[in-house]
Each structure stands twice: as structure tokens, then as C-alpha cells.
């Protein structure tokens, strides 16, 4: 089931969406069935349904924190000239920081080097807190791409993360929630243009979804909605005002958006 957040009619809901064709793309015929109030628990259809084509996608959920973790593919960890954490490294993005599909980022002027980074996004659908491994699949709504997108030499000067990865605009969020996805190994890529930048697999994500949730939650409570950024595999790179740049996530779909400068 693909849940999506929307604006229609300048009502915002969260729906349903069905009827995408088999490359899982909309098309004319898509629908959404519109869900009254959260699509947390039993989901509530208002008994409307619409065109696809006739609302505007938001990011699909608004979280009350995200929580980033670096360092999760060895390729990446290679090209960083980094080294192999122990144990998963968390850092956290603001909720300001997240943006739906094609919105702009903005370049800010504390910046002249942002990096995107291709992430797989889960997304918490229940309160809970020191959750065991085994019981992580209850926890989770879906899944969705994102954008980790970092301010490379802000982060470098800080020595911490909280300015470089927390710009608004700096988590594109997208294009909606997959509820049925085996997430271990999907095909995650980055691209500009038509420009191949960066072409990962989950398989190979150092800690799992299971080990990152797990683990998350037993060093904060993770509310519904709350998203947990996955990492990023290697081929980072600069992105630049009138870029299009485009996250796609196999079983998911695509999340693109366009840079542009701060005025
Ligand atoms: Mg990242």
C-alpha cells in the first residue's frame, strides 16, 4: 500500500494512492482514497476518491524528528576517508529541515560545497521505546526516500552535524510511504539530470533496518511519524542552483527535486 500526504482543494490529507502502472509511476488513471485524520493504526477512508493527477504531493509525513545515521555503507565510509563505526551513528535533522517532492532546495549562503545523499527513510508508525529486534516490524509504518542532503565544508568546520544537515529545505522527503517493502535489498541510486551519481543496494547497509531501529529506540522514545535515515552508499557529490537531482528507491519510487540559491 502506498500512503501519500497531499493538498487539495486547500485541504491537506493523507490518502491512499492506487492504480500506478507496473514501473510503480502515476499515471491519468491513478486514485486516491482519502483518510480521515493520521494513517497511524487502523487507517479511516472518508469514502472519497480522487484523481491522482488533481492534488499536489507534500512530503509524505511530518515528523517530530528525524534521525540520521552516518557512515552506514562501506563504500561510502571508503570515500570519506572515514572509518567503520562500531556501533550506529546517530545524529539528528530538525523537522524544519523536511521538504516534499518537487520543492527546492536551497543553497545556503553559509555554504559553498552541499552534497546530496541518496538515503532509504523508515518511517515509525507507533509510540515505542527499547524495542527488540524481533519486534521491530511492528514499529514500522513504511518506507520512503530521502534526501540527507549536508553542507560538506560546514560540517568539516563544526566538527559536529547539527548546522550542516540541519538547513531548511536539507531533507527532501518522498514521493510517499511504501507499507510493503521487504527493505534488504532494494537498488538506491542518486541522479542529476539523467547523470548517474550514485548506485547502492540495502544489502549491503552496515547496521539493517532491524539493527537501526532497534537500536534507536533504546536511546530515545521514536513517536509516529518519527524517520530514521538509513545512510548512504558511495558517489556523493555536489549539487548546484538548477540542478534536478533525483532519489530513486527500487519498490518505492522517486523523489526529485531542484536546487536553487537562497535570495
Ligand atoms: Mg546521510
Known amino acids: 500500500m502506498r500512503i501519500c500526504r497531499f493538498s487539495h482543494d486547500e485541504e491537506v490529507s493523507f490518502g491512499v494512492l492506487d492504480n500506478l502502472d507496473d514501473q510503480g509511476e502515476l499515471t491519468d488513471n491513478s486514485i486516491i482514497a482519502i483518510l480521515r485524520g493520521h494513517p497511524f493504526g487502523e487507517l479511516d477512508p472518508d469514502g472519497r476518491v480522487i484523481a491522482a493527477s488533481s492534488v499536489k504531493l507534500l512530503a509524505p509525513i511530518l515528523p517530530s524528528k528525524i534521525i540520521g545515521i552516518g557512515k552506514n555503507y562501506a563504500d561510502h565510509v571508503v570515500e570519506m576517508n572515514s572509518e567503520l563505526p562500531s556501533e550506529p551513528l546517530m ?16 543553497l545556503p549562503q553559509q555554504s559553498s560545497i552541499v552534497h546530496h545523499e541518496a538515503e532509504l527513510a523508515v518511517v515509525i508508525g507507533r509510540f515505542c521505546k527499547d524495542v527488540p529486534r524481533e519486534r521491530v516490524a511492528e514499529v514500522i509504518l513504511g518506507y520512503t526516500c530521502a534526501n540527507d542532503v549536508s553542507a560538506r565544508d560546514v560540517q568539516q568546520n ?19 510511504i511504501e507499507t510493503d517493502l521487504d527493505p534488504t535489498n532494494l537498488a538506491i541510486s542518486a541522479y542529476i539530470g539523467s547523470q548517474e551519481r550514485q548506485s547502492g543496494n540495502t544489502k549491503d547497509l552496515i547496521f539493517s533496518v532491524v539493527d537501526l531501529v532497534s537500536y534507536v529506540s533504546h536511546q ?44
Open 91 to 106: 545524529f539528528l535533522k530538525p523537522n524544519t529541515s523536511v521538504i516534499g517532492p518537487n520543492e527546492f532546495i536551497v
Open 158 to 176: 563544526d566538527g559536529q552535524w547539527a548546522r550542516a544537515k540541519g538547513f531548511d529545505t536539507f531533507c527532501p522527503l518522498g514521493p510517499w
Open 220 to 263: 530515545m522514545t521514536l513517536l509516529p511519524g518519527d524517520v530514521i535515515l538509513t545512510g548512504t552508499p558511495a558517489g556523493v557529490g555536489p549539487i548546484i542552483a538548477g540542478d534536478e537531482i533525483e532519489i530513486a528507491i527500487e519498490g518505492i519510487g522517486s523523489l526529485i527535486n531542484t536546487v536553487k540559491d537562497a535570495q
